[in-house]
């Protein structure tokens, strides 16, 4: 597609669930970034992917959040056990590959977890 | 690690010019930006330093000191839909192309 596609766009779940949120980035970039913005604050990094693999995955909180890639385009951030303090909205954001100018966002999912 | 400092919130008048300060102190510098995002949408590119002095870009310019650890974000002839927060974001040095944001100024502009 033209832009950044995430889904759900919206999301509401109860503490303890699974969830999966899912990015489809521009077509030919290689470098997809995962972030999550809270009300009020700046989108904070959780995982890179250069490719099929995570380059850096420093940003995730615990081991509830995990991201896949498999065929290096469509990537799904999968969050485990959802705690009330995950709610926030999910951006993803492609680039054409690293160090190669700016990141391009999707509008993001945002998560409410009761 | 990164600390990237911006203030909360702004005001000017429609038609004014306005000056968004950005001060960072990161790890690794490869690169600043400011990012424009309207409540509830994604955050859209504005502006790229990576050397010293003055980006400008019709309306909007940005100024970059690495020395001092400092950018600014000018913002000229304001219009209403300008209001919006606008966010400094420091590019790392690693390659990954990774960006580290501040918290953002909400800037509100008023008739």
């Known amino acids: 597609g033209a832009g950044v596609s995430q889904t759900p766009s919206n999301k509401v779940t109860e503490k303890g669930k699974y969830v999966e949120l899912r990015c489809d980035p521009i077509?030919?970039?290689?470098?997809l970034y995962w972030y999550r913005q809270s009300l009020g604050q700046g989108p904070e990094f959780l995982i890179y992917?250069?490719?099929?693999?995570?380059?850096?995955d420093s940003g995730l909180p615990n081991d509830r959040f995990f991201a896949v890639r498999p065929e290096g385009s469509v990537s799904t951030l999968k969050i485990q056990r959802t705690e009330r303090g995950d709610s926030a909205v999910y951006l993803c954001?492609?680039?054409?590959?690293?160090?190669?100018?700016?990141?391009?966002f999707g509008e993001g999912s945002r998560l409410t977890v009761l | 690690g990164q600390n990237i400092d911006q203030p909360t919130e702004m005001t000017a008048t429609e038609g004014a010019i306005v000056q968004i300060n950005c001060t960072y102190q990161t790890s690794g510098f490869n690169g600043l930006f400011w990012y424009q995002q309207h409540a509830g949408e994604a955050p859209t590119f504005l502006s790229y330093n990576v050397l010293d002095g003055l980006e400008e870009k019709g309306r909007f310019s940005s100024f970059l000191s690495r020395s001092k650890g400092y950018s600014y974000l000018l913002l000229k002839e304001l219009q209403m839909k300008d209001s919006a927060s606008y966010l400094c974001?420091?590019?790392?040095?690693?390659?990954?192309?990774?960006?580290?944001f501040g918290t953002g100024t909400r800037l509100t502009v008023i008739p």
């Open positions: 077509s030919g970039h290689t470098a």
């Open positions: 954001a492609s680039s054409s590959g690293p160090n190669t100018g700016e990141l391009f």
């Open positions: 992917f250069q490719g099929t693999g995570a380059a850096d």
């Open positions: 974001a420091v590019r790392d040095q690693t390659g990954a192309n990774n960006l580290f």
